[in-house]
Every structure is written in structure tokens, then in C-alpha cells.
């Protein structure tokens, strides 16, 4: 069955470091991969998208890479922030031929950035 | 910055009733979705929504629940008859182009007592 993973349910560090987040996922072929930002009790924030064909995604403090190879993706937040502090999780939808195919999440990584 | 809108924030209601919530999706935008959080659980998708007409469900998705479309900007979910495991956060989220980018709204909490 399809299933993604991601690292560790909470993660703590020291302002101003870098967190790295893990995304890992099996019987999937993704087109694309999405990070999410979710606080508690709001809905999910677009992040970040990275294509199949792309290596690395950057968007200010922001990177996402994309191993297909590996079925893993790493999100990276440099110079953390305490206002970081949030869920953060990964997102893939299947290939698709132009229908709104479904998105599913992985259950999410608790950032924590200690000031 | 255009956002999509839930209404109501939290409902309260009995096993058994129905329940309709709503969702103003972005106006531009042509892909419609439901998914549901229980507490402390994962985002699941529920349903996507294009052209008029359910593009794909999930298995949670059954007979009890539907969605429409009613006037051109609304989107809505009604469960039928209500159990107490349908309590949830439900987010409604639409997009441009199919499943990427899309933009969640702040969600409906239903309690089923």
C-alpha cells in the first residue's frame, strides 16, 4: 500500500539553526511534492512544490530536495525562527491526466524553535 | 489576499442529523476540495471536485456524505446522518491547477454528541 513517512513526530532546535525535515515514501511514482505548514487548529499552508525532474526548490529561508531515487524529500529551514514553530507536512499527489486527483499527507513533523 | 472562507466555525450536533457545511472556495480557481482531520490525525482527503462533478473520493467518502456546488461560488459537504467518529476538523481547500498549491480554508469543527 501506498504510505508516507515522515521523521520523527516533534523536533526540537536552537534558533537561528537549521531544522531538517524528512519525507520519506513507498508505492508511489509522484509527479509532484508538496510542503505544507499547518498551526494548531488552522488549516494547512502551501509551502513549497518540487517537480520529479527538479533536484533542489528554494524560497527565501526555505529548501526542499527531491530524491526519487531515495522516495525521500528533505525541507530545510535555515536561520530558524521561534515563529517557524508549527506542523509541518509533507504532501503527494499521483500522476495525473487532468483530473483533480487526491492529495495525500503524511501525519506531519512538530517543529520547535527554542529562542 | 483572496482566501477561502468556512462557515460555520465549530458545530454542535446529535447523532443521526444532518449537517451541511460550507465553503466559499477562491474565485478563480476550478479544483474544489474536502478533507478531514480528526484530532491529533492526519489530514484525509474526503472528495475533489471539478467541472461540475466528483473527480475522485476517498474510501471514507460513502454513501452518507455528498457534496454540491449549489450557485456558482458555494461548495458544500452534508453528511446525512451523523456518527459520533464523523467528529472531525473538516477544510475545505481549493486550487488553479488540479492537486497542487492548494489553499485551505480555517476549517469547521464538528462535534457529534
Known amino acids: 500500500s501506498q504510505k508516507i513517512e515522515q521523521n520523527s513526530e516533534a523536533l526540537n532546535i536552537q534558533e537561528g539553526k537549521t531544522a531538517t525535515l524528512t519525507c520519506n515514501y513507498t508505492?508511489?511514482?509522484?509527479?509532484?511534492l508538496q510542503w505544507y505548514r499547518q498551526d494548531p487548529g488552522r488549516g494547512p499552508v502551501f509551502l513549497l512544490l518540487?517537480?520529479?525532474?527538479?533536484k533542489e526548490k528554494r524560497k527565501e529561508r526555505l529548501k526542499v530536495t527531491f530524491d526519487t531515487t531515495l522516495k525521500q524529500s528533505l525541507f530545510h529551514i535555515t536561520a530558524s525562527q521561534p515563529a517557524d514553530s508549527a506542523t509541518y507536512l509533507c504532501?503527494?499527489?499521483?500522476?495525473?491526466?487532468?483530473?483533480?486527483?487526491?492529495?495525500?499527507f503524511g501525519s506531519g513533523t512538530q517543529l520547535t524553535v527554542l529562542p | 489576499e483572496p482566501e477561502v472562507t468556512q462557515t460555520p466555525s465549530h458545530q454542535v450536533t446529535q447523532m443521526g442529523q444532518e449537517v451541511i457545511l460550507r465553503c466559499v472556495p477562491i474565485?478563480?480557481?476550478?479544483?474544489f476540495y474536502w478533507y478531514r482531520q480528526i484530532l491529533g490525525q492526519k489530514v484525509e482527503f474526503l472528495v475533489s471536485?471539478?467541472?461540475?462533478?466528483?473527480?475522485?473520493k476517498s474510501e471514507i467518502f460513502d454513501d452518507q456524505f455528498s457534496v454540491e456546488r449549489p450557485d456558482g461560488s458555494n461548495f458544500t459537504l452534508k453528511i446525512r446522518s451523523t456518527k459520533l467518529e464523523d467528529s472531525a476538523m473538516y477544510f475545505c481547500?481549493?486550487?488553479?491547477?488540479?492537486?497542487?498549491?492548494?489553499?485551505f480554508g480555517p476549517g469547521t469543527r464538528l462535534t457529534v454528541t
Open positions: 508505492n508511489y511514482s509522484p509527479a509532484y
Open positions: 518540487i517537480r520529479e525532474n527538479e
Open positions: 471536485f471539478y467541472n461540475n462533478e466528483i473527480s475522485e
Open positions: 474565485s478563480n480557481h476550478l479544483y
Open positions: 504532501a503527494l499527489a499521483a500522476i495525473s491526466s487532468g483530473s483533480a486527483r487526491q492529495l495525500t
Open positions: 481547500a481549493s486550487s488553479v491547477l488540479g492537486p497542487y498549491e492548494q489553499y
